[in-house]
Nanobody, 121 residues
Framework: VQLQASGGGLVQAGGSLRLSCAAS????????MGWFRQAPGKEREFVAA????????YYQDSVKGRFTISRDNPKNTVYLQMNRLKPEDTAVYYC???????????????WGQGTQVTVSS
């Protein structure tokens, strides 16, 4: 499956952004989807994941209550709504696909190219 992330940009602290990840190729609805992020000089870290049906979702503790992951299977798209953004959310955000929902980077087989999110203070 090919993944294309978009929606990043520059936003002030407290603002919002919505990231999108469009999938093509293999059947999108068969895959659980995740969002990861990587800040300069840091490891790529888990942000959120959603099951293939959309009924289960996991979040990193630091984004709980601020970020929401969702998916639209007919549109082959997964979203990450990010509210009350903080400067520490600044990173390149990646979407990824896996056969079973997971918060482990190693579990994901397919990756998008990343979209930059910058939060100014």
């Amino acid at each position: 499956v090919q993944l294309q992330a978009s929606g990043g940009g520059l936003v002030q602290a407290g603002g919002s952004l919505r990231l999108s990840c469009a999938a093509s190729g293999r059947t999108f609805s068969r895959y659980a989807m995740g969002w990861f992020r990587q800040a300069p000089g840091k490891e790529r870290e888990f942000v959120a994941a959603i099951s293939w049906s959309g009924t289960s979702a996991y979040y990193q503790d630091s984004v709980k209550g601020r970020f929401t992951i969702s998916r639209d299977n007919p549109k082959n798209t997964v979203y990450l709504q990010m509210n009350r953004l903080k400067p520490e959310d600044t990173a390149v955000y990646y979407c990824a696909a896996t056969e079973r929902i997971s918060n482990s980077r190693a579990s994901y087989d397919y990756w998008g190219q990343g979209t930059q999110v910058t939060v100014s203070s």
